[in-house]
């Protein structure tokens, strides 16, 4: 008995030995395929930060091999989320619009008219992300511009595909709109908001309610370093910043294609642009193309790309990705230049970048009034880390009240 319980220590040491270096292996070869530029705001707690992340995705994939449960579920459940009391400025109440959960932020002090509604959709690459996760950013929202705030808990990829996502937003917004007196709101001063995927929501919402005659017009749309197109994964930004946390190149298009139809076949086709064929490509050249972009963000180095043939049998399988719902960027001119007020913030060291660059560039050829704020030091994903004490980013916070400012003034 004594040698078979020795035996079974054993083999559970060695065991757990293998787990510690298989985990502390990952990562180290995650990290070492990840760059972070000289230019990043405070680059040493950008490492701790992207660390925890690839940590908790490499334990996630392990309990998924091991059948515990499966690597989204895991992450989603481990994305430390702090739990808040009341607030002594705001009412915090979880609804739902329709069959879509929502949690709406009101100021208490008295107002002297109606406030101005701002909806909020939450980023995450359409599959991480929730109500909870920006629960502090839309908190300080709500404070500081004192407007009536309503952040949408949409449906998740991959249990959830284009366009689930876009319909919830949809849906939370028009019940907003028609309901928004109820909440001492201005129907005629309802902002759509979102950063990253949650951005991309907002642009397609935005668009859609143009020809909705039924409802006020949106004031105003602020775009929070958008994910505007899935055609070209080859732009400056993507050469330039492919590896720089905490988006990568690969992880975009990886997103990009759960969301469209809940699994990632096709991947490299998508990276390399072999899942468009030329003609469609052509078709979008003229908003979609890297002529398009200032000077100044090719400096640090960029390679224009050969128009290649595309695979018709991928074309068919991903042709969706067309839709101005999916990628608002591609909305005609017609529905573009009647789009309302915007503001766009990019950051330099984004994958992103160049999709906010390219719509500001079409809002404002088309009249439409754009203030755009540019983080020259800035990452994907900034704004969320503004209040995570000893890892928060200066940067972040003012992008955030820039963003303030702006609603204020509306």
């Not at 929730?130 to 502090?136: A, K, P, Y």
């Not at 042709?319 to 960027?329: G, H, M, Q």
């Amino acid at each position: 008995m004594e040698f078979a319980h020795a035996l079974l220590v054993l083999v559970l040491a060695v065991f757990i030995a293998a787990f510690i270096l298989l985990v502390v292996g990952t990562i180290y070869f995650d990290l070492s395929n990840s760059e972070i530029p000289p230019g990043v705001d405070q680059p040493v707690k950008l490492r701790i930060i992207h660390s925890v992340l690839i940590g908790t995705a490499v334990l996630g994939k392990i309990f998924e091999k091991l059948g515990l449960c499966s690597q989204v579920g895991f992450v989603r459940n481990m994305r430390w989320v702090k739990k808040f009391g009341k607030d002594p400025k705001l009412f915090i109440k979880d609804l739902k619009f329709g069959t879509v959960p929502v949690r709406v932020y009101q100021p208490r002090a008295p107002s002297a008219g109606q406030r101005r509604g701002v909806i909020f959709f939450h980023g995450g690459g359409w599959i991480f992300g929730s109500i909870d996760t920006h629960e502090t950013l839309c908190r300080y929202i709500a404070r500081e511009s004192e407007s009536v705030v309503v952040s949408v808990e949409y449906r998740l990829a991959p249990e959830h595909t284009y366009p689930a996502q876009y319909e919830d937003c949809l849906t939370a917004t028009t019940h907003f709109m028609k309901t928004a007196e109820d909440y001492g709101v201005d129907p005629a001063c309802i902002i759509v908001s979102g950063d990253s995927a949650g951005g991309n929501l907002a642009a397609a919402v935005c668009q859609t309610l143009i020809s909705r005659p039924d409802l006020p017009k949106i004031h105003a749309q602020v775009l929070i370093y958008p994910c505007l197109q899935a055609i070209d994964f080859n732009l400056p930004s993507y050469q330039q910043n492919c590896s720089v946390p905490l988006l990568f190149r690969e992880r975009t298009a990886f997103y990009v294609l759960q969301y469209l139809k809940g699994d990632a076949s096709f991947l490299e086709d998508v990276l390399e642009g072999s899942h468009m064929p030329v003609d469609v490509k052509l078709k979008f050249r003229k908003w979609l193309s890297a002529d398009n972009i200032p000077k100044e963000f090719k400096v640090r180095g960029y390679k224009s790309q050969v128009l290649t043939a595309g695979s018709n049998e991928v074309y068919e399988a991903v042709k969706k990705i067309c839709e101005p719902t999916f990628s608002p960027l591609l909305a005609d001119d017609a529905i573009v230049r009647q789009l309302p007020e915007s503001f766009i913030l990019t950051c330099e060291y984004d994958v992103l970048r160049d999709d906010g660059l390219l719509y500001k560039k079409r809002l404002e050829d088309s009249g439409v009034p754009v203030i755009w704020y540019h983080i020259e030091n800035g990452f994907h994903g900034i704004l969320s880390l503004f209040n995570h004490g000893r890892l928060s980013f200066p940067s972040g916070k003012r992008g955030l009240d820039s963003i303030v400012n702006f609603l204020r003034r509306l």
